[in-house]
């Protein structure tokens, strides 16, 4: 469809790592929109990710070994699993259906369905920040995985078998290679593996903040005001918040962890869960990664970074507004010892925030069944920022009438996740 200069604008609810993307992307076309969020740019997740352009994190969290695993993860002082138990009568029902998922099967279809969406995550996000303040902060990299031996390698066959699948490649790297490749990293892990072309956002809240103004600079209009809800009619969308309604031709809702209050009302069935992400920047770092590192066992990433080293990464089901716990970011603490123990820092500032987690841990991408008018575009879980550009360009593409290039029919807001 075509939007005149003159046509009531498209009202993207969020303006995190995606919203942002969306909105950008639509203005380039020559869309009018409207970039709505309670706090400004990249003040959430975007802001407290872990950077990483991660093209190979399309593996989902609940493979079919997590019946095995997850006991150990919830009870091992050192496990990247936390579950609070005020929360557990609520979050039942999620937990269940994100537990029935956990099958060799689902994770390989899963996979296949995600990998589309990020495989080219560095061009894509090179192509959003051509020519804004935003391109200085992508640097292109190579991504390590670390494991203690082979051993621990070979026991994640499953998920590089699903790698190579999708086309992926990597260099295996031996205590030797490894210690060339990272010489500050201790004797924990002494086996590596490579993964050419990925990126770092080295500044994840400021690349977000220089991307909003790439927008206003193209004439997109910000307004912050937390958004209730959403009603769209024959002649358009009127989006109800704290203060004065807002009249939009479109809505795309963009809202992270707080979408689902907002699309449910408009046929969602997907079902979503608040995943609380933990991050502790390490200001002036030295002695640390040259290069961002996974480690496997703890599923915690150690990412160098502009002025500092940013640990994170784990995973806890605690609820929307839970006060952050202290256990997650000691876990972070005593990894990065284990990893760099000459690692040293000018002082070091833990966040959290909650990241949008569904069910079958596909994203919620397309149209709502209440309204043509209104699309979805969250729950993209730990790959919010990989995905962003993509999904940004695919929304864009299906608000103007232009053809997907991806096949959003596994993404649609009313499958049952």
Same mark, same amino acid.
């Given at each position: 469809?075509?939007?005149?200069p003159?046509a &009531?604008p498209?009202?993207v609810?969020? #303006?995190g @790592? =995606?919203?942002?993307?969306v909105a950008?992307s639509?203005?380039?076309?020559?869309?009018p929109?409207v970039? @709505?969020d309670? $706090?400004?740019?990249g003040?959430?997740?975007s802001?407290?990710?872990g950077?990483? %352009?991660a093209?190979c994190?399309?593996?989902?969290v609940?493979?079919?070994d997590?019946?095995?695993?997850?006991?150990?993860?919830l009870? /091992?002082?050192?496990g990247p699993?936390f579950?609070?138990?005020?929360?557990?009568?609520?979050l039942a029902?999620?937990?269940?259906r994100f537990?029935a998922?956990?099958?060799?099967?689902r994770?390989?279809?899963?996979?296949r369905?995600?990998a589309?969406?990020?495989l080219?995550?560095l +061009?894509?996000h090179?192509?959003l920040?051509?020519g804004t303040?935003?391109?200085?902060?992508i640097r *292109?990299t190579?991504?390590?995985y670390?494991?203690?031996?082979r051993?621990g390698y070979?026991?994640d066959r499953?998920?590089?078998?699903?790698?190579r699948?999708?086309?992926m490649?990597?260099?295996?790297l031996?205590?030797?290679? %490894?210690?060339?490749?990272e010489?500050?990293?201790?004797?924990?892990?002494?086996?590596?593996?490579?993964? &050419? +072309?990925?990126g770092?956002?080295?500044?994840p809240g400021?690349?977000?903040a220089a991307l909003? $103004? #790439?927008?206003?600079?193209?004439?997109?209009?910000s307004?912050?005001a937390?958004?209730?809800?959403v009603?769209?009619?024959d002649?358009?969308?009127?989006?109800?918040?704290?203060?004065?309604? @807002?009249?939009?031709?479109?809505? =795309?809702?963009a809202a992270?962890a707080w /979408?689902?209050?907002?699309a449910r009302?408009?046929?969602a069935?997907?079902?979503l869960e608040?995943?609380?992400?933990?991050?502790v920047?390490l200001?002036?770092a030295?002695g640390?990664?040259r290069?961002?590192?996974?480690d496997?066992?703890r599923?915690?990433v =150690?990412v160098?970074?502009e002025?500092? =080293?940013?640990l994170a990464?784990l995973? $806890?089901?605690?609820?929307?507004?839970a006060?952050?716990a202290?256990?997650?970011? $000691?876990l972070?603490?005593?990894?990065v010892?284990?990893?760099?123990p000459?690692?040293?820092h000018d002082?070091?500032?833990?966040?959290t925030? *909650?990241r949008p987690?569904?069910t079958? /841990?596909? &994203?919620?991408i397309g149209? %709502?069944?209440?309204?043509?008018?209104?699309?979805?575009?969250y729950?993209?879980q730990h790959?919010?920022?990989?995905?962003?550009?993509?999904t940004?360009r695919?929304v864009?593409?299906?608000?103007?009438g232009?053809p997907?290039?991806i096949d959003?029919?596994?993404f649609?807001? +009313?499958r049952?996740g």
């Amino acid at each position: 469809m075509d939007f005149a200069p003159d046509a &009531p604008p498209v009202a993207v609810i969020g #303006a995190g @790592i =995606v919203g942002v993307a969306v909105a950008l992307s639509l203005r380039r076309r020559g869309v009018p929109v409207v970039l @709505i969020d309670r $706090e400004g740019p990249g003040a959430g997740a975007s802001h407290g990710n872990g950077g990483i %352009l991660a093209r190979c994190a399309f593996i989902p969290v609940n493979t079919p070994d997590l019946w095995r695993t997850a006991p150990g993860m919830l009870l /091992s002082r050192d496990g990247p699993l936390f579950v609070r138990g005020a929360a557990l009568p609520r979050l039942a029902p999620w937990l269940w259906r994100f537990l029935a998922n956990a099958t060799r099967g689902r994770a390989e279809t899963v996979a296949r369905q995600t990998a589309p969406l990020l495989l080219d995550s560095l +061009d894509q996000h090179l192509a959003l920040a051509e020519g804004t303040p935003a391109a200085r902060f992508i640097r *292109p990299t190579d991504y390590l995985y670390l494991y203690r031996d082979r051993a621990g390698y070979e026991a994640d066959r499953f998920s590089w078998t699903l790698r190579r699948q999708a086309g992926m490649t990597w260099t295996e790297l031996d205590e030797a290679a %490894l210690r060339a490749r990272e010489p500050d990293l201790s004797g924990a892990r002494r086996f590596g593996v490579a993964l &050419p +072309d990925h990126g770092v956002i080295t500044d994840p809240g400021a690349h977000v903040a220089a991307l909003a $103004e #790439a927008f206003a600079d193209a004439g997109g209009q910000s307004v912050r005001a937390r958004v209730r809800a959403v009603e769209p009619d024959d002649g358009g969308v009127t989006l109800h918040t704290d203060g004065a309604d @807002i009249r939009a031709g479109h809505a =795309v809702i963009a809202a992270g962890a707080w /979408s689902d209050a907002l699309a449910r009302p408009l046929g969602a069935r997907v079902r979503l869960e608040a995943e609380s992400g933990y991050h502790v920047d390490l200001a002036g770092a030295n002695g640390g990664p040259r290069h961002p590192v996974m480690d496997a066992a703890r599923k915690m990433v =150690v990412v160098p970074m502009e002025g500092r =080293v940013r640990l994170a990464g784990l995973v $806890e089901f605690a609820g929307l507004d839970a006060a952050p716990a202290r256990a997650p970011t $000691e876990l972070l603490h005593r990894g990065v010892a284990d990893l760099f123990p000459a690692l040293r820092h000018d002082g070091a500032t833990p966040w959290t925030g *909650p990241r949008p987690a569904t069910t079958d /841990s596909l &994203p919620v991408i397309g149209v %709502l069944p209440a309204s043509a008018r209104v699309v979805a575009a969250y729950g993209h879980q730990h790959v919010g920022l990989t995905a962003a550009a993509r999904t940004g360009r695919m929304v864009t593409d299906l608000l103007t009438g232009r053809p997907v290039d991806i096949d959003l029919a596994p993404f649609r807001p +009313d499958r049952r996740g």
